[in-house]
Structure formats: structure tokens, C-alpha cells
């Protein structure tokens, strides 16, 4: 019978017609499939334009550069070389050295130390927030928003104002014996990440907000209610629900950290040299644009490892353990 190839018998019910070839049932009608693939390309082609054109085109062209070389005069010789690679690893004209490995070791350190930072602190500052009144809670979160109103050039010399010797902090560390009497509070690690979390503080508070303040109370009640400690309550009821909120946190963190020259410059008087201060060193005045690429592929790799590392560890084992105490509960 002609058509009876569309018809498919249902256990314990009629037989069901099936659309042509080349059709497909969606959301209650049939359709083309070229139709479908038509009106999902208008709908991703915009966003895939974007990302073409910002994202993927200068990641290629900063390949393509990496492997080029550096003329006499500061020019670029497109000429394939893998030199570059062999002087980021160390060897260079004199034998091998681990200068440039110190470098992006000490930028992934600095990310994740001042990443680290801004949860610990990002954490009570939230829970405070969404424990306000709601006008209080819209104030809070304006004085929150404030910092990005500003540049952070401007922010970090106003932190140069706040750790001089004529206001109140230092004076109070030198009484204390910590530094000598007339210094400032700069340049040094302590200020290095004290402008640093001032700088990436909001970017951690804010989608980690989001999260506290759509929080189950109910989950946190029921852990004090079975002897649960502060920190059992913290690791089993509110951390897995503020989870998405944590993860954006670290990555709009973590990412901008580690390219960071600015704060370090200022505050910790250039005597630590970044991935950030290298690259701009090289773009400007080296001249050497090739090695210069060569970097910020480097900055890349090692901002996708400290991302994957995450998730594959501490995200990952978070979100593990509370679809297990999930299942453990519905048990």
C-alpha cells in the first residue's frame, strides 16, 4: 500500500503516520528540514559572526605572528620559526634559563591568590547584601557597582594616596613597629594584593550575589537542624547551591588577574615582573611583536589550565557531592 512505509504501530494503540522523508515533526507541525536549518542559522549566524570576527580571527592572526620573526629594525619578518616557543621555554643565545617560566608561574600564582582572595571576602559581603532590607539591599549593590565607574589607572593611585605616609594606615603600622616611621604602606606584596582585591572584588561579588540571593533556606535549616557544624553547613548547604554563581566568579576573576600590570606596577613598585608587564614590554618597547604573540598564547594556555583545573576539582567535585547528598536524601 502506497505511504505504508509512514506508518509505525504504537504498543497498545493506533498506528501513527510519520513525516516525508525530508520533514520533521517540531513543536506540533512539520516542517522542512532545509526550513529548520535555514531558521537556526539566522538565529546562531549573528552570534557566530561575532565570535569570527573578535575571537577567532585575532587568536589565528596572534598564531600566525608567533611564528614569525623579528626584523633588524624592529619589523616583522614572516619568516616560519619556532624560536620564539624556544625562548618562551628558556634557551635562549647564553644556554637555558627559567626567567620567562618564573614569570608565568609568578602571573598564575598572583591570579590564583588574588582569585582566592575575592571569594573568601565575596562570600560574607553577599550574604550580608541579601540579608539587608530591599532599598538597603539596592544601595549595597550601587555601592558595589561604584569602583566600575571609574578607571582603574585612577583607582590604584588613589590607593597610593590611602597607603602614604600622611594618612591614617601607615601611621598606624608604624606605631605598631611594622614599618619605619615616615614610610608608606607601598610598594610590596601586601599592597600589590590589596589593590588587587580591590580591583577584581566586584567582579566576584556580583554573580556570586545572584546565587546567595536565590538561596534555599530551607536546606540550611534542615543541616542546623541535624547537628550540622558551620562548616558542614557551609560545604553541604550552601555551597553546592551557590555553585553557578562561584564559578562565574572565578572565571570573569581569575582571567583579567592574570593579565594584570597595572596595580602591579603601582602598588608593588615593578619589582615583580608579570605575564601582563612582559607583554606590554614586548608590544611596546621591544618592538618584538612575534615574541610578544608568542606570550599571549602562552597567557591563554595557562588560563585555560587554571580553568579546566577548576572545574575538573573543585567544581566538579562540588557538584559530585551534591547530587550525592541529593541521592542520599531522596534514599
Known amino acids: 500500500m502506497a505511504g505504508s512505509e509512514n506508518i509505525t504501530p504504537t504498543p497498545g494503540g493506533p498506528k501513527q503516520a510519520l513525516p516525508p522523508k525530508g520533514f ?7 516542517h522542512r528540514l532545509r526550513d529548520l536549518h535555514l531558521r537556526g542559522g539566522a538565529f546562531l549566524g549573528p552570534g557566530l559572526l561575532w565570535l569570527s570576527v573578535f575571537l577567532a580571527l585575532p587568536t589565528l592572526g596572534l598564531l600566525a605572528l608567533s611564528f614569525a620573526r623579528r626584523g633588524d629594525f624592529g619589523d616583522i619578518s614572516w619568516a616560519f620559526t619556532l624560536e620564539n616557543y624556544r625562548r618562551l621555554l628558556g634557551y ?31 562570600y560574607p559581603l553577599t550574604f550580608y547584601i541579601a540579608s539587608r532590607p530591599p532599598k538597603t539591599r539596592t544601595w549595597l549593590l550601587f555601592l558595589l557597582v561604584v569602583p566600575f565607574w571609574t578607571n582603574v589607572v585612577v583607582r590604584t593611585y588613589a590607593w597610593l594616596l590611602i597607603l602614604s605616609p600622611q594618612l591614617p594606615p601607615a601611621k598606624i603600622m608604624a606605631f605598631l613597629g611594622f614599618i619605619p616611621a ?26 556570586l550575589y545572584s546565587s546567595v540571593e536565590r538561596l534555599n533556606w530551607e536546606l540550611l535549616e534542615a543541616a542546623r537542624d541535624l547537628y550540622a ?54 608590544f611596546g618597547q ?26 575538573r576539582y573543585a567544581g566538579g567535585e562540588i557538584g559530585a557531592a551534591g547530587s550525592g547528598r541529593g541521592k542520599e536524601t531522596r534514599s
Not at 599592597?191 to 580591583?199: E, I, Q
Request: hydrophobic share 55%; charged share 5%; aromatic share 14%.
Open 24 to 30: 520533521l515533526t517540531w513543536y506540533g507541525g512539520i
Open 182 to 207: 615616615g614610610a608608606p604602606l607601598y610598594p610590596g606584596s601586601v599592597a600589590t594584593f590589596l589593590g588587587m582585591v580591590a580591583t577584581f572584588l566586584p567582579f566576584m561579588a556580583l554573580p
Open 286 to 311: 621591544s618592538r618584538d611583536w612575534p615574541f610578544g604573540a608568542a606570550l599571549c598564547l602562552a597567557l591563554m594556555f595557562l588560563t585555560m589550565l587554571g580553568l579546566i583545573f577548576y572545574r
Open 92 to 122: 635562549g643565545l647564553f644556554g637555558w634559563s627559567p626567567d620567562y617560566l618564573i614569570i608565568l608561574g609568578r602571573s598564575l600564582w598572583v591570579g590564583l591568590v588574588t582569585t582566592a582572595l575575592c571569594a573568601l571576602l565575596a
Open 229 to 282: 557544624s558551620r562548616w558542614q553547613v557551609f560545604t553541604q548547604a550552601i555551597l553546592p547551591q551557590t555553585r553557578p554563581g562561584l564559578t562565574v566568579g572565578v572565571i570573569v576573576t581569575f582571567i583579567p588577574a592574570m593579565a594584570m600590570f597595572v596595580v602591579t606596577d603601582l602598588l608593588g613598585g615593578a619589582k615583580y615582573m608579570l605575564i601582563g608587564n612582559l607583554i606590554q614590554h614586548q
